[in-house]
């Protein structure tokens, strides 16, 4: 069966005219770079603790994060990786707090990746689940990790993760649906093994870090009280379900339906805040969360009608069936 199934470098050509023409060439060399250093952060992850390679680096990346050793490696290959396709005009990650220019792929019809190339690396220590999370934005020739980047984060060209956990399963969308495929660790490929993901419209989970609930908006204590409420005709109480690793939790409600929130903290109702980071975590969920019928906000609004500022922005994101985050929106407005 495993060889009847397509690579993703076929479901890429396959699906080029569904991607904007001046970009889809770029797109899709970027995507199958992205999964080429998947399946070589995978093998990496598998033997971290036989190469001492878990741990901290020591110091903080510019969100306050301590940083891995494994974060900075990962940020390294991703770079060099994406360098070499020369369809990269420049990349946002959260390993660095600048852009890293590549002039290679400067043109009119650029490509920045905004990246997060260890997401929950916290995790690690503890064999947790970690991903990668990728966004691909036109560059519109401007400077490419400018206004350009800056802009709205509805202008995705692509997006997708990958989640290394017992399979390494690589999920994507460029606009035409969204699909996941599992790494055939014997021969490096992706295999398409979730085709046109479809999001159920309710769930039975939600996903969220209730030692966070003194900081949260009325709204957001309110449904969540009310989820945990039992009435069995309407199927309550839900059941929590939490990684604390934003590709593992996300991926759960993509598949079976249900909400992750990491909603803002309102110590200080006049700032409030949120943790998961807009252009490399954030925005590029809701765009494969939206293609595959579900939903995202921040509680008040549409995550892909959102404007980025700053590179390392943080936003609260409210994620997964449509019924759900609409009911939770719901409750924000009472
Ligand atoms: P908390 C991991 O550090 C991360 O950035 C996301 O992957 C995850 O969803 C979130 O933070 C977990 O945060 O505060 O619950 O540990």
Redo the contacts with the bound molecule.
Sequence with gaps: MADERITLSEHLAGRRSAMAPAYAGGVAVILSRLADVAAVIERELAHAALRDQLGYAGGTNLTG?QVKKLDLWGHDIVVAALRKTGAVAAVVSEEAPEPVEMYEGKGPHGIVVCI?PV?????LDVNGI??T?FSLRPSRGLDPAGPAVLGPVGDQLAAGYVMYGPACTLVYSAGDGTHGFTLDRETGEFLLTHPEIRTPRRGKTYG??E??VRSWHPGQQAFVQFLRTPDKANGRPYSLR?????????HRFLLAGGI?M?PADMSDPARPTG???LLY?VAPMAFVLEQAGGRASTGTERVLDLVATEYHQRVPILIGSADEVALAEDFYRR
Excluded: C
């Excluded at 997401?119 to 995790?123: A, E």
């Excluded at 939490?242 to 996300?250: E, N």
């Design positions: 994060d997060d997401d929950g690396s916290s995790n970690v991903g999370i969220i870090n030692g966070n939490y990684v604390g690793s934003m590709v593992a939790d996300v992750f990491y943790k998961l980071r975590e």
